[in-house]
């Protein structure tokens, strides 16, 4: 049996590119005790991959060279020498950008089982994965929305924005959304539930964005998820209140290295504010309480998700770099199968 995969073969210099990738074939090896096999069926790809392409100071270590690039996966079980799993199981795991992959599973936490009969097996990856929990994180423990308040979410048509600014719906929040272009601001308004969402390529500067977000935030902002930095959130601390709370998630408006300044950092002092970056794999003992109300909305359909897929293992590099490029519309994912 042969395995498919997508190495990191070299560290991008400013701007990522196809070239930093390359795609290998390899035996699949024979499993040992303790071993699952899994044949992966979709592989996510997310913002956070292009920190790990790097070798600048982060928060997590580098993606090693000449190896499988890191990823999370979901699929079957097609083999299994461990006890806690068999073959038709369906699972969640970091597998990475390849179609098999062996696992020791007597590792705690390194795959877990799902349920795919009344959630979608893709959904384990967005809403009902990291980037839901991400959002929950974000929203319920750093900004810790009151009923009434104003909530501002950037790159709100993505896998993270979209699923920030719905949560706070059902906590009675004003969820106010920025995205790019108009197609992605009419999903947010029309099919999310978002109160108002920004297009950002029509307000290029910060002065207009700021006259943007105060018509649609009359009463001022109260927390803001920021997954883009610069300008964007620039625009937002103008708008917002004493005591206003920030969750930093993203940046991504700096992923390719070059600094992203603050244009008055002094806001934070006069407003009284707190801004705060979280990663979430840091805060694993939320994700049981997370999952289980996400899992929940996304049963009873009240939490919509969005997916961009990509087909076959080949695509993964430029589907990425398209992502990186805001190409992609909510989440991105890659069909192995």
């Known amino acids: 049996m042969t395995n498919r ?7 991008p210099q400013a701007e990522a590119g196809v070239d930093n990738f390359k795609l290998v074939e390899t035996p699949v090896p024979a499993l ?57 199981d369906t699972v969640r795991g970091m597998g990475g950008w390849q179609e098999y992959a062996l696992v020791d599973a007597n590792q705690r936490g390194v795959l877990q089982k799902v ?14 994965g990291m980037p839901g929990v991400t959002a929950w994180y974000g929203l319920v423990k750093i900004i810790q929305p009151k009923a ?9 048509s993505g896998a993270v924005g979209s699923a920030v600014g719905q949560l706070a719906k059902v906590r009675g929040c004003r969820a106010v959304g920025i995205a790019g272009g108009q197609e992605k601001c009419r999903y947010v308004t029309e099919e999310l539930g978002f109160d108002a969402c920004i297009d950002y ?18 009463d001022g902002i109260d927390g803001c998820f920021e997954n883009v930095g610069g300008v964007v959130l620039d625009a937002v601390m103008s ?27 002094q806001l934070i002092l006069t ?32 939490l919509k998700y969005r997916e961009t897929v990509a087909q076959g293992l080949e695509q993964a590099p430029e589907a990425f770099l398209g992502l990186l490029k805001g190409r992609n519309f909510g989440k991105q994912l890659v069909k192995l199968i």
């Not at 997310?46 to 993606?63: C, F, G, I, L, T």
């Not at 009434?148 to 709100?156: C, E, F, N, R």
């Not at 390529?201 to 009359?218: F, I, N, Q, V, W």
């Not at 708008?239 to 950092?265: E, H």
């Open 271 to 302: 407003q009284r504010m707190t801004l705060e970056g979280f990663i979430v794999s840091e805060h694993m003992e939320v994700w049981p309480e997370a999952l289980k109300e996400l899992g929940t909305l996304v049963a009873t359909g009240t």
């Open 32 to 88: 040992a005790d303790g071993q699952v096999l899994v044949r992966h069926h979709y592989l996510s790809l997310d913002p956070y991959m292009r920190m790990r392409m790097s070798e600048a100071k982060s928060y997590a270590q580098p993606q090693p060279l000449n190896e499988v690039m890191i990823g999370g996966t979901v699929g079957e079980v097609v083999d299994s020498k461990n006890p806690g799993f068999k073959p038709g």
């Open 201 to 218: 390529k029509e307000h290029r500067d910060e002065k207009s964005l700021a006259g943007a977000l105060k018509e649609a935030a009359p």
């Open 239 to 265: 708008q917002m209140n004493a005591f206003g709370r920030i969750a930093l998630c993203g940046m991504i408006s700096g992923y390719d290295g070059q600094p992203i300044p603050m244009a008055r950092p």
């Open 148 to 156: 009434g308040q104003t909530i501002v979410v950037s790159a709100a």
């Open 115 to 128: 349920d795919a009969a009344h959630i979608p097996l893709s959904a384990y990856l967005g809403a009902v």
């Open 5 to 11: 995969q997508i190495l990191l073969v070299s560290r």
